[in-house]
Structures are given as structure tokens and as C-alpha cells.
């Protein structure tokens, strides 16, 4: 029996796809100049992680161990296309500008990952739950890392969400100030590779915070002998 | 009798990191001199206020790292760090970019790295780079040569004075955006050049001088005396500058044709131009961010020299000293693996 707090956990922080396990940083790097564009990848990613933790699950028990990679690929690859085909009918102009990362997401090691390591030896509700988690993380930093780039980029956020939610998002766009210069750096890759950096760091101080107080919690056990002895030890 | 055994080597240099660095900002002196004579306070005001940020910056990151501040300030790095961004930027650079600049030199680029002697990159390029890729139009902005100022008689444009310059660069006057006070440099002019000859071009703006370009050329020998200078004083070796602007100069010449429109011009203008003096004596002899060994250093400066002409003639940009720099500072680890000396008695 899976523990599913324990899989939110593991998703969201303490084995995050994009900030711990690092995988998926194509994606990461090359789509997240706004939020817009990172919501898409985002969303697109969690439905194929979904489905295709799921079908993995399934034919878990049917699977000859040798085989099973180009048999997680197939079933990654037809999610894919799916999710490829689903957003040419309904979200054209953003399958547009997602490009060639949508057909990547394939290639996305975060999926597979997720597959070899979690599917095919879990029952499909505990997989289903993991992938729906695990793309939750990934597409949270995605969004986070896409508003820190629109935002130091260009001075606003949130523009052009009418591309996923329609028309009347449109007016979602908040801008900073009219007079803010591009910030060209942080729209192009190297500005991804740096904030992702940042984003790890935050993580990890965060990280040795939650340590520290725990450790601190845990210590005065210890201290609170009365006998006070100058040298030496009992033994 | 003293029994205090002291094993080799027994001489020693007074020389530390904070009195080299000190060393360094005085030989900027003249080049500085020359841009502020030639160009106006903007120079001046730049280097001012990368000083104020760079140390303001500094300070937050060393506390932040918990270590003593006052040591570190001390030892003038962000001071040398802040002049050669100041005297990089364009004259009259606003507040913010100067700040921008800094932030990426000294944070990122230097204290994200382990702080001074960690850093595999020159800071102040880091910085320079980081600006003139996100903000083309403000750094390719150069002022235009004073005395040029005065003989377009451009109305409008009186030079500003030193307080003026500073209102300048805080933005609390405009920056006059009147044509005339700004103006294309020479190696811009070259960049753009499709139809001159290079005689033709250089009688036709008067921005070109005698050798390199107007102001350009004084600039340049400032930095020239500087660094020969430090050379006096054995601050560095002259490995990496000498190799870089013979390599310059060999591949200038090389490409030089005569002066036709599609050659680069010669090899006194490129050494005479753009930031190749100040590159050469100043940038790529950091001790931290080069090869290490005198051979390496050869091929360090010679590598950035052959960067520099690539780039100024078939890249897209005008110049080109901070992207060699930095390339080469990519390389450097690599140069040093294979120019270790050999250790005598082990062959």
C-alpha cells in the first residue's frame, strides 16, 4: 500500500523532478521565458506523466524485464502524441510557440525516469497519484521559473494568457512599470541557468533551515544531565 | 641562538593582494585621464559609481558569507573590479546599469564562486557582457569626442560639467538626445563599413585620429603606459599582453590588403582602438581568471589576440576584448593542464 502523503512529498520537494533529480532541463531552460509558455509545457507534461505512469502500471506484471524500455517509450510516445494532437485542436497557436519541445517531452527523463522507477513496480491508483504529483513538481518550477523570467525580462507578467485560457484572460497581463528596459539576459538560456542555480540554492537553504530546527528540537534531550564533571569520561 | 627553523624560500615580497590591486587602480590613471579629457566627465562618473555600488555589493556579500568585512574590503578587488567596468561602460552609463553591471561582477560572477581567487571568470567582463547583451541600445551608446562636439556646432549640447555629469548618470537630467552627443566609434564605423576604402572612411568621419581613433589612440597609450608600468614594478610577467597584441597585430596585418573596403584596418588602428590596450594590460593579466605558468601564458593571450580580430572582423560585433576574455577563461583550466612545467629530475 502506497503512502500518499509521502508520495506528495517526494513530488513536490524532497525529490523534485526539476530541483533535486535535475531531469527534464531541455524543457526547463529552452521554454520558460514566460509564464504563458510554461504553463503550457507544464500542463501538457503532467497529462503525459499521468497517462503514461498509468499505462506502464498496468502492463506491469505482462512486461518481460528486457524489453521493458522501448516498451515504456512507445506508451510515452503515444501520450505525447495525444497531448500533440489534442492542443493543435484546441490550443493552436500555443502548440505554435511550444514548438518542438511538445514532440521532446518524449525525450523528457523525468518520464521515463518515473516509469523504470516508480510505475512498473507499483499498482496503477499509487503510479497514477506519483505521476500526477511528480508532473505537479515539475510544472510548478516551470511556473515559477517563468514568472521570475517574464517579470525580471520584461517588466510584466502574465501576458498573453488568452493562449490557454481563452479570451478572457487576456486582460491578465500586470505590468511593472511602462518604463522598465527589456532585461534581455534573463529572457534568453543563460538567465534560465542562472535562476534555475538560484532556485537549487533557495531550495537547499530552505532545506538546512528545516534541518537546523529539527536538530535543535532533538539536542536538549541530551543536555539535561544535572551531574556536572570537568574531565574524563564514565565508562 | 634562534632555533625557529623557516624552510624555502627565504626571500619574500612585501607585495600583498591589497597593495597589487592598489598598484593596478593607480596605473589606470592615465588612460582614465585620456577618456575624461577626450570624452568628458561620463568616464569619471561611471568609475565613481561602480566604486559606491561595487563596495556597497561587496560588503552585503561578505556579511552575508559571514566573513570580515573589512578585510575584504580592504583588499581593493572590487575597487580594481569597479574601475575597469566604469572605464568599460559607455560615458555617462545610467544608475541602473552601472548597478546591474556590478551585481553580476561582484555577486555573481566572483562571490557565488567562492569570492576573490575562486572566481574561473573576470568579473568585470561577467559584468560587461552581462549589460551589453541585455541592454544593446544603452552600451552601444558612445559619447561622441568633445572636441567633434564643438565642430558639428550641434545646437543644444553644451558639454555638461562634472555636477551635471553626475545628474546625468542618476538620470535627473536627460541625457541630450540630440545627435552629435553621441556618436558612432571608429570600430563601429569599421563594423558598418561596406563601400569605403579605409582612407575614404577615414577622411570621411572625423572620428577617426592619426593612428587609431580620435581620443581613441591617447586612451589607449594611457593604458599602454599603465600597464607598462605594472610591467616595471613586476606585477605581471609580459607573457599574455605581449603575445595578445603581437597575435593582433600579425592577424591584423595579414588582413589588411592595402586598406580595400572589405579589409580590417591596419594594424595600428586595431591596437590603437576599441579596448585593446586596456584588454591587454589590464583584463586578461588577472592573475585569478588566466593560465598560470608563462607558457600557458602565451597561449592564453594569444588565443584571446586571435579572438579578438575574429570577432571585431566577421562577428557582429564592434569590439570584442570581453568576449575573447571570457572565452579564453573557459580555456584556461586546459591551457594549465597542458603547460604544466615539468618538476626538475622527473621527465
Redesign the interface.
Same mark, same amino acid.
Given at each position: 500500500m502506497a503512502n500518499y502523503s509521502e508520495l506528495t512529498l517526494n513530488g513536490l520537494w524532497k525529490n523534485n523532478p526539476a530541483l533535486v533529480q535535475l531531469l527534464g532541463l531541455c524543457p526547463l531552460l529552452g521554454v520558460t521565458n514566460s509564464v504563458v509558455n510554461s504553463l503550457g509545457l507544464g500542463l501538457a507534461t503532467i497529462f503525459v506523466l499521468f497517462a503514461s505512469n498509468s499505462c506502464v502500471s498496468m502492463i506491469r506484471n505482462v512486461t518481460p524485464a528486457e524489453i521493458r524500455l522501448p516498451a515504456f517509450v512507445m506508451i510515452i510516445a503515444a501520450a505525447v502524441t495525444c497531448t500533440e494532437l489534442l492542443m493543435q485542436a484546441y490550443a493552436f497557436e500555443m502548440y505554435e510557440i511550444l514548438g518542438i519541445f511538445l514532440p521532446l517531452i518524449t525525450t523528457n527523463c523525468v518520464i521515463l525516469g518515473r516509469a523504470d522507477g516508480f510505475a512498473c513496480k507499483n499498482s496503477l491508483p499509487a503510479a497514477a497519484y506519483d505521476g500526477l504529483i511528480m508532473g505537479l513538481g515539475f510544472a510548478l518550477v516551470l511556473f515559477l521559473l517563468g514568472a521570475a523570467r517574464e517579470l525580471i525580462g520584461t517588466g510584466a507578467i502574465f501576458a498573453n494568457m488568452d493562449l490557454i485560457f481563452g479570451a478572457g484572460a487576456a486582460e491578465w497581463k500586470w505590468v511593472l512599470n511602462k518604463d522598465y528596459p527589456q532585461f534581455l539576459l534573463a529572457v534568453l538560456p543563460p538567465g534560465a541557468f542562472i535562476l534555475t542555480g538560484l532556485l537549487i540554492a533557495l531550495k537547499n537553504i530552505i532545506d538546512n533551515r528545516i534541518a537546523k530546527v529539527q536538530l535543535a528540537r532533538s539536542a536538549p534531550a541530551e543536555k539535561t544531565s544535572k551531574r556536572v564533571r570537568v574531565t574524563g569520561t564514565i565508562t | 641562538m634562534p632555533l625557529v627553523q623557516i624552510t624555502s624560500p627565504h626571500a619574500h615580497t612585501s607585495q600583498s593582494t591589497s597593495s597589487v590591486m592598489m598598484l593596478v587602480a593607480i596605473a589606470t590613471l592615465p588612460g582614465i585621464a585620456a577618456l575624461t579629457i577626450g570624452f568628458g566627465w561620463g568616464t569619471l562618473t561611471n568609475i565613481v559609481l561602480s566604486i559606491i555600488f561595487a563596495l556597497a555589493l561587496e560588503a552585503g556579500a561578505v556579511r552575508l558569507r559571514k566573513q570580515p568585512i573589512g578585510f575584504y574590503l580592504r583588499d581593493n578587488s572590487a575597487l580594481v573590479t569597479a574601475i575597469l567596468l566604469g572605464i568599460a561602460l559607455p560615458p555617462y552609463a545610467s544608475w541602473w546599469i552601472i548597478l546591474?553591471g556590478m551585481f553580476f561582477a561582484i555577486i #555573481?560572477a566572483k562571490h557565488l564562486y567562492g569570492g576573490l581567487g575562486y572566481n574561473p571568470f573576470n568579473p568585470a567582463m561577467v559584468g560587461y557582457v552581462?549589460l551589453l #547583451?541585455?541592454?544593446?541600445v544603452?552600451m552601444t551608446r558612445w559619447a561622441a569626442p568633445l572636441e567633434l562636439v564643438s565642430e558639428l556646432g550641434t545646437s543644444g549640447v553644451s558639454k555638461p560639467t562634472l555636477i551635471e555629469s553626475f545628474g546625468i548618470a542618476l538620470r535627473l537630467i536627460e541625457l541630450p538626445t540630440i545627435d552629435g552627443f553621441t556618436m558612432a566609434t571608429p570600430l563601429d564605423l569599421l563594423r558598418q563599413n561596406d563601400a569605403l576604402m579605409i582612407s575614404d572612411l577615414k577622411q570621411t568621419y572625423p572620428q577617426f585620429g592619426a593612428q587609431g581613433g580620435l581620443v581613441w589612440e591617447w586612451a589607449n597609450l594611457g593604458f599602454l603606459i599603465g600597464g607598462l608600468f605594472l610591467l616595471y614594478r613586476k606585477i605581471y610577467t609580459w607573457h599574455g599582453p605581449v603575445s595578445m597584441l603581437v597575435t593582433l597585430s600579425l592577424l591584423a596585418a595579414i588582413f589588411y590588403d592595402g586598406g580595400s573596403s572589405n579589409s580590417g584596418g591596419s594594424p595600428m588602428l586595431h591596437l590603437f582602438s576599441g579596448a585593446t590596450m586596456l584588454g591587454a594590460w589590464f583584463i586578461l593579466t588577472d592573475p585569478v581568471s588566466s593560465a598560470v605558468s608563462n607558457k600557458g601564458r602565451i597561449i592564453f593571450g594569444s588565443g584571446i589576440g586571435a579572438l579578438i580580430f575574429i570577432i571585431r572582423q566577421w562577428g557582429n560585433y564592434p569590439d570584442s576584448v570581453a568576449f575573447a576574455v571570457l572565452l579564453m577563461n573557459f580555456a584556461a583550466p586546459l591551457i594549465d593542464h597542458y603547460t604544466q612545467p615539468k618538476t626538475y629530475g622527473h621527465s
Amino acid at each position: 500500500m502506497a503512502n500518499y502523503s509521502e508520495l506528495t512529498l517526494n513530488g513536490l520537494w524532497k525529490n523534485n523532478p526539476a530541483l533535486v533529480q535535475l531531469l527534464g532541463l531541455c524543457p526547463l531552460l529552452g521554454v520558460t521565458n514566460s509564464v504563458v509558455n510554461s504553463l503550457g509545457l507544464g500542463l501538457a507534461t503532467i497529462f503525459v506523466l499521468f497517462a503514461s505512469n498509468s499505462c506502464v502500471s498496468m502492463i506491469r506484471n505482462v512486461t518481460p524485464a528486457e524489453i521493458r524500455l522501448p516498451a515504456f517509450v512507445m506508451i510515452i510516445a503515444a501520450a505525447v502524441t495525444c497531448t500533440e494532437l489534442l492542443m493543435q485542436a484546441y490550443a493552436f497557436e500555443m502548440y505554435e510557440i511550444l514548438g518542438i519541445f511538445l514532440p521532446l517531452i518524449t525525450t523528457n527523463c523525468v518520464i521515463l525516469g518515473r516509469a523504470d522507477g516508480f510505475a512498473c513496480k507499483n499498482s496503477l491508483p499509487a503510479a497514477a497519484y506519483d505521476g500526477l504529483i511528480m508532473g505537479l513538481g515539475f510544472a510548478l518550477v516551470l511556473f515559477l521559473l517563468g514568472a521570475a523570467r517574464e517579470l525580471i525580462g520584461t517588466g510584466a507578467i502574465f501576458a498573453n494568457m488568452d493562449l490557454i485560457f481563452g479570451a478572457g484572460a487576456a486582460e491578465w497581463k500586470w505590468v511593472l512599470n511602462k518604463d522598465y528596459p527589456q532585461f534581455l539576459l534573463a529572457v534568453l538560456p543563460p538567465g534560465a541557468f542562472i535562476l534555475t542555480g538560484l532556485l537549487i540554492a533557495l531550495k537547499n537553504i530552505i532545506d538546512n533551515r528545516i534541518a537546523k530546527v529539527q536538530l535543535a528540537r532533538s539536542a536538549p534531550a541530551e543536555k539535561t544531565s544535572k551531574r556536572v564533571r570537568v574531565t574524563g569520561t564514565i565508562t | 641562538m634562534p632555533l625557529v627553523q623557516i624552510t624555502s624560500p627565504h626571500a619574500h615580497t612585501s607585495q600583498s593582494t591589497s597593495s597589487v590591486m592598489m598598484l593596478v587602480a593607480i596605473a589606470t590613471l592615465p588612460g582614465i585621464a585620456a577618456l575624461t579629457i577626450g570624452f568628458g566627465w561620463g568616464t569619471l562618473t561611471n568609475i565613481v559609481l561602480s566604486i559606491i555600488f561595487a563596495l556597497a555589493l561587496e560588503a552585503g556579500a561578505v556579511r552575508l558569507r559571514k566573513q570580515p568585512i573589512g578585510f575584504y574590503l580592504r583588499d581593493n578587488s572590487a575597487l580594481v573590479t569597479a574601475i575597469l567596468l566604469g572605464i568599460a561602460l559607455p560615458p555617462y552609463a545610467s544608475w541602473w546599469i552601472i548597478l546591474t553591471g556590478m551585481f553580476f561582477a561582484i555577486i #555573481i560572477a566572483k562571490h557565488l564562486y567562492g569570492g576573490l581567487g575562486y572566481n574561473p571568470f573576470n568579473p568585470a567582463m561577467v559584468g560587461y557582457v552581462v549589460l551589453l #547583451i541585455s541592454f544593446p541600445v544603452e552600451m552601444t551608446r558612445w559619447a561622441a569626442p568633445l572636441e567633434l562636439v564643438s565642430e558639428l556646432g550641434t545646437s543644444g549640447v553644451s558639454k555638461p560639467t562634472l555636477i551635471e555629469s553626475f545628474g546625468i548618470a542618476l538620470r535627473l537630467i536627460e541625457l541630450p538626445t540630440i545627435d552629435g552627443f553621441t556618436m558612432a566609434t571608429p570600430l563601429d564605423l569599421l563594423r558598418q563599413n561596406d563601400a569605403l576604402m579605409i582612407s575614404d572612411l577615414k577622411q570621411t568621419y572625423p572620428q577617426f585620429g592619426a593612428q587609431g581613433g580620435l581620443v581613441w589612440e591617447w586612451a589607449n597609450l594611457g593604458f599602454l603606459i599603465g600597464g607598462l608600468f605594472l610591467l616595471y614594478r613586476k606585477i605581471y610577467t609580459w607573457h599574455g599582453p605581449v603575445s595578445m597584441l603581437v597575435t593582433l597585430s600579425l592577424l591584423a596585418a595579414i588582413f589588411y590588403d592595402g586598406g580595400s573596403s572589405n579589409s580590417g584596418g591596419s594594424p595600428m588602428l586595431h591596437l590603437f582602438s576599441g579596448a585593446t590596450m586596456l584588454g591587454a594590460w589590464f583584463i586578461l593579466t588577472d592573475p585569478v581568471s588566466s593560465a598560470v605558468s608563462n607558457k600557458g601564458r602565451i597561449i592564453f593571450g594569444s588565443g584571446i589576440g586571435a579572438l579578438i580580430f575574429i570577432i571585431r572582423q566577421w562577428g557582429n560585433y564592434p569590439d570584442s576584448v570581453a568576449f575573447a576574455v571570457l572565452l579564453m577563461n573557459f580555456a584556461a583550466p586546459l591551457i594549465d593542464h597542458y603547460t604544466q612545467p615539468k618538476t626538475y629530475g622527473h621527465s
